[in-house]
């Protein structure tokens, strides 16, 4: 298996507010930090086998869309590069870059959307 395959993100002296199916949710000052690993998940469950690089694409997507769309809403994105996190990340930066992204706090609108089959 890949060595750089990230499948459960474990930072020292950083707060872990929440593990999901594929992302991990850390407390950063007034901030969170959200770590995109590489599980897979199916129909709500985690599959025991990882896919390399899929938290850097999901993260990519996200920052995708969050530039596509900043001129329509404001989001809660701060940066998605590492240096420009706080000293408690620094140490961790090669394990962050491209899968991370520091955001503000704020209130969840509950919405989920799912895609399935085929994008052409």
């Not at 998940?41 to 920052?63: E, H, Y």
């Not at 990340?89 to 799912?114: F, H, N």
Request: glycine fraction near 4%.
């Amino acid at each position: 298996m890949n060595s750089d395959v990230l499948t459960e993100s474990n930072f020292e002296n950083i707060k872990l507010v929440k593990r999901g199916k594929v992302r991990d949710v850390y407390e950063v000052e007034d901030k969170l930090l959200i770590v995109a690993s590489d599980r897979m998940s199916a129909f709500d469950v985690v599959m025991d086998d990882p896919i390399p690089d899929k938290g850097k694409i999901l993260t990519a997507i996200s920052l995708f869309w969050f530039g596509e769309l900043e001129s329509v809403i404001e989001n809660h994105l701060i940066s998605s590069t590492p240096s420009e996190y706080p000293e408690v990340c620094q140490k961790y930066a090669p394990q962050l870059e491209g899968r991370s992204m520091l955001v503000k706090k704020t209130e969840p609108l509950a919405v989920e959307c799912i895609v399935r089959g085929y994008l052409s």
